[in-house]
């Protein structure tokens, strides 16, 4: 986004941070359903909800020598949970964690946008009934 132009709310929602918030929870609730179907156990996946974490710092740092985001997210994500961290991203690809973060985002930015155009038409459409006569 140019910065100039940002809404800070927007801003906020498609920040580097937050993005990877998202792929973050997305790898947590895939764990928790390889946990529910045996394939995590308790303890680990106690482990990751309690230690996964993320330095988007430390992402970029890891990403200039590996040249691969989620690679480099994933290593970060490894040095909050250490070992247990064998059960994240287990039986998904890439995308399936960029894409569904993405509609994730894509969610959380209409939650923003919505009720903003919901109010501009709601102003729009008694400025055309406020109006109608002037312009017949």
Known sequence: MIERYEVKEIADIWSSQNKFRKWLDVEIAITEVWHEWGEVPDKSLENIKKNANFDVNRIDEIEKKVKHDVIAFLTSVEEY????????HKGITSYDIVDTALSLLIRESLDVIIPQVE???DLLIKKAFLYKDLIA
């Open 81 to 88: 949970i250490g070992k247990d961290s064998a059960y994240i």
């Open 119 to 121: 109010t501009l038409k």
